[in-house]
């Protein structure tokens, strides 16, 4: 269920600077006026924000607050997802959200877009654009592998590519 711009100003006040979300009226025995509305989902780390029993992210009911109109993907920027401050959020296709990410921890070379491949006895580097798997070539280090995905990566992607950081041991 969408509620309109009009009614989410009528029951949530938003400060752009903070990201927070506050209660306008009384909306349950539970809540007051000038409370802090959502709660934080532990198992994404998102702010949800319950109006009338349907939960909304406050990512994107903050990016329809201020601009009137429902986000498709939302980024946030600093990749803190409790961070809801407008000047944190930005549009985003998938490719360009998946950028804003760093290597997971089940990464065995240490590098986003940097892979062994057994065959060929070296490492292999490739990314994603719009879908599409693009393949950049192998290299006798991961490190040599990664700034090749670097480059593809900055050139293709700009500001929303966060830079090959090593993953979490």
């Known amino acids: 269920m ?9 029951l949530l ?6 990201g927070a979300f506050t ?25 949800v924000v319950r109006i009338h029993g349907y939960g909304y992210s406050a990512h994107r009911l903050a990016w329809f607050y201020v601009h009137g109109i429902w986000p498709g993907m939302i980024d946030h920027k600093d990749r803190n997802r409790a961070n809801n401050a407008m000047k ?3 549009e ?3 490719s360009q959200n998946a950028m804003n990410t760093v290597a997971t921890s089940s990464n065995t070379s240490g590098y986003r877009g940097v892979t062994w ?3 060929a006895g070296r490492w292999q580097a490739q990314s994603r654009l719009n879908g599409k798997n693009h393949y950049l070539g192998l290299f006798k280090s991961a490190a040599a592998a990664s700034d090749a ?18 993953a979490a041991a």
């Open 13 to 18: 006040s938003y400060d752009p600077e903070t």
């Open 92 to 94: 985003a296709t998938v």
């Open 23 to 47: 209660w306008r009226l009384i909306t349950s025995p539970r809540v007051k006026a000038g409370d802090r509305a959502g709660y934080f989902r532990k198992r994404d780390g998102y702010i």
């Open 117 to 119: 491949n057994r065959g």
């Open 2 to 10: 969408k509620i309109s711009q009009e009614e989410l100003k009528s």
């Open 88 to 90: 944190n959020l930005r």
């Open 149 to 166: 995905y670097e480059a593809f990566c900055r050139q293709h992607h700009g500001q929303f590519y966060v830079g090959n950081q090593r």
